[in-house]
């Protein structure tokens, strides 16, 4: 079992940044899919941004393309999610998950991760 913590939430303007990081119990980003999920009140979990290095696959979710990073820092466990020119509609709760044996087909979907973290709230304000 991975232990998922994330911090980094907050409340930002419009337009603003915030990194979010998703510090994992040992090193896992060789074996395990990462992503970062999130959901906003009254709304379902969605996608944003998944990584497997085994795979040699990253992805975003079109509505963050543009301005969202993932990446990985091994020396540190850490998974990071470095969001850009916020908007209103980011708001929410953001989840990093990971798996060891997901397939990629399955990789867009939170109900295929085992390893989920508690959640940090990002709020941006207009």
């Known amino acids: 079992q991975v232990q998922l913590v994330e911090s980094g939430g907050g409340l930002v303007q419009v337009g603003g940044s915030l990194r979010l990081s998703c510090a994992a119990s040992?090193?896992?980003?060789?074996?395990?899919?990462v992503a970062w999920f999130r959901q906003a009140p009254g709304k379902e979990r969605e996608f944003v941004a998944l990584?497997?290095?085994?795979?040699?696959?990253?992805r975003l979710a079109d509505s963050v393309k543009e301005r969202f990073t993932i990446s990985a820092d091994n020396a540190k466990n850490t998974l990071y999610l470095q969001m850009n020119n916020l908007k209103p509609e980011d708001t929410g709760v953001y989840y990093c998950?990971?798996?060891?044996?997901?397939?990629?087909?399955?990789?867009?979907?939170?109900?295929?991760?085992?390893?989920w973290g508690q959640g940090t709230q990002v709020i941006v304000s207009s």
């Open positions: 990584m497997s290095r085994r795979r040699g696959v990253t």
């Open positions: 040992g090193r896992i980003f060789s074996d395990y899919a």
């Open positions: 998950a990971a798996d060891k044996t997901i397939i990629l087909s399955s990789m867009f979907d939170w109900q295929h991760y085992d390893n």
